[in-house]
């Protein structure tokens, strides 16, 4: 067996520890002779399960006993309507950053259900930079903020969150959560699609404020109100088992195997650094973001010709680097280094690229 170091952008590498003890427990987990895939999602066994991923998360996120965790459906781009159709509520309105596509779904999809202000944008510069923000231009009276936290695609992400008083902030945190500590009570509500950093995809996990549930505008449906979630223990239906113990699983990897977020903080700025410090100084590749907005997760790269950016994919490929071409919107190269990617690969991927430029540059 050859596994390969895979940047995708999502889904993305599992922590190896975690697909073994899943491989392990696969056929009869703890004795119940049945896999976790198999079993009723009504079953205790499965209760425990699930409340187990939830207790994990909130140790590991410290989050405060006002918010409910919900595990859901539908990725992120579900959360692009869900939020406007729960929180869009009071005054009708609402603040975006638009710092890349993410960003720009979410503006847009809100712009349905109420007005949508675009408070800044960096599209002027291909989103590689996060703008400032100036607070004369956000609203009076939003009903929420919204950012996207990491922007997957461009590799930039808010350092310092916009100060926004009493108006909720709301942040797509899909390309970051988990990779190092947040301050959850800043935020009204953080969403997520759990395939880079929590779980297999077909889980949407969502951290809300209590009283920012139960406002739901008459015509949302019933599977889109936070309430009918929150009311059910995140059970009103059959919820994503399988993903949920994998969740479970890299939570608890986190917790035991690294130590927490503190921890994995300093495993990501070491491997961010590594990959960042090689781009800086090499003739060849350049990283595409301004350096202070930098993400710890996404790096994108090139080297100004699509010709040898191409060559570059396709060997790094034979080398076992996979998935490290650039958004199809954006092209070039990208390296996505989430937590179950160990330093170790992105030391044999800076020394291909040291290599590669050796022939090439
Ligand atoms: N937001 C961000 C920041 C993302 O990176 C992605 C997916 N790559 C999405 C939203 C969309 O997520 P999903 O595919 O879970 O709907």
């Given at each position: 067996?050859?596994?390969?170091?895979?940047?995708?952008?999502?889904?993305?590498?599992?922590?190896?520890?975690?697909?073994k003890?899943?491989?392990?427990?696969?056929?009869?987990y703890?004795g119940?002779?049945?896999?976790?895939?198999?079993m009723?999602?009504?079953?205790?066994?499965?209760?425990g399960?699930?409340s187990?991923?939830?207790?994990?998360?909130r140790?590991v996120?410290?989050?405060?006993d006002?918010?409910k965790?919900?595990?859901?459906?539908g990725?992120?781009s579900?959360?692009?309507?869900m939020?406007?159709l729960?929180l869009?509520?009071?005054?009708k309105?609402a603040d975006?950053?638009l710092?890349?596509?993410?960003?720009?779904?979410?503006?847009?999809e809100?712009?349905?259900?109420?007005?949508?202000?675009?408070v800044?944008?960096s599209?002027d510069?291909?989103?590689?930079?996060i703008?400032?923000?100036?607070p004369?231009?956000?609203?009076k009276?939003?009903d929420?903020?919204h950012?996207?936290?990491?922007?997957?695609?461009?590799?930039?992400?808010?350092?310092?969150?916009?100060?926004t008083g009493d108006?909720?902030?709301?942040?797509?945190?899909s390309?970051?959560?988990?990779s190092?500590?947040?301050?959850?009570?800043?935020?009204g509500?953080l969403?997520a699609?759990?395939?880079?950093n929590?779980a297999?995809?077909?889980?949407?996990?969502?951290?809300i404020?209590?009283?920012?549930i139960?406002?739901?505008?008459?015509?949302?449906?019933t599977m889109?109100?936070?309430?009918t979630?929150a009311?059910?223990n995140?059970?009103?239906?059959?919820?994503?088992?399988?993903?949920?113990?994998?969740?479970?699983?890299v939570?608890?990897?986190?917790?035991?195997?690294?130590g927490?977020?503190?921890?994995m903080?300093?495993i990501?700025?070491?491997?961010?650094g590594?990959?960042?410090?090689?781009?800086?100084?090499?003739?060849?590749f350049?990283?595409?973001?301004?350096?202070?907005?930098?993400?710890?997760?996404?790096?994108?790269?090139?080297?100004?010709s699509?010709e040898?950016?191409?060559?570059?994919v396709?060997?790094?490929?034979?080398?076992?680097?996979?998935n490290?071409?650039?958004?199809?919107?954006v092209?070039?190269?990208?390296?996505?280094i989430?937590?179950?990617?160990?330093?170790?690969g992105?030391?044999?991927?800076?020394?291909?690229?040291?290599?590669f430029?050796?022939?090439?540059g």
């Amino acid at each position: 067996m050859k596994r390969v170091y895979n940047f995708s952008a999502g889904p993305s590498m599992m922590p190896e520890p975690v697909l073994k003890r899943a491989a392990a427990e696969m056929l009869d987990y703890q004795g119940s002779g049945q896999s976790v895939m198999e079993m009723s999602h009504r079953s205790k066994i499965f209760e425990g399960i699930i409340s187990s991923a939830e207790s994990l998360l909130r140790e590991v996120m410290n989050i405060p006993d006002n918010y409910k965790v919900l595990f859901l459906q539908g990725g992120a781009s579900s959360q692009f309507a869900m939020v406007p159709l729960n929180l869009m509520t009071k005054n009708k309105k609402a603040d975006f950053v638009l710092t890349g596509q993410w960003a720009t779904k979410a503006y847009k999809e809100a712009a349905r259900y109420g007005t949508a202000n675009v408070v800044a944008s960096s599209k002027d510069k291909t989103f590689s930079y996060i703008p400032d923000l100036d607070p004369q231009t956000f609203s009076k009276y939003a009903d929420y903020f919204h950012i996207c936290l990491n922007n997957t695609i461009y590799g930039t992400k808010f350092h310092t969150l916009p100060e926004t008083g009493d108006v909720p902030l709301v942040a797509d945190v899909s390309s970051c959560i988990l990779s190092e500590p947040i301050d959850v009570s800043k935020f009204g509500l953080l969403y997520a699609g759990a395939q880079k950093n929590m779980a297999p995809a077909g889980l949407t996990v969502v951290i809300i404020r209590e009283d920012l549930i139960g406002h739901a505008m008459e015509v949302t449906p019933t599977m889109f109100n936070y309430q009918t979630h929150a009311d059910n223990n995140s059970m009103f239906n059959t919820p994503p088992c399988y993903s949920i113990y994998m969740c479970m699983l890299v939570l608890d990897w986190l917790k035991n195997t690294i130590g927490g977020l503190e921890e994995m903080k300093k495993i990501n700025e070491k491997k961010a650094g590594i990959l960042y410090n090689f781009l800086d100084n090499s003739k060849l590749f350049k990283g595409t973001v301004v350096p202070k907005d930098r993400s710890l997760m996404n790096i994108p790269f090139v080297t100004g010709s699509e010709e040898l950016d191409a060559k570059f994919v396709k060997e790094a490929e034979e080398h076992g680097f996979v998935n490290i071409k650039g958004h199809r919107s954006v092209g070039g190269m990208r390296a996505s280094i989430y937590n179950a990617m160990p330093v170790e690969g992105v030391e044999k991927l800076v020394d291909f690229m040291a290599a590669f430029e050796k022939k090439n540059g």
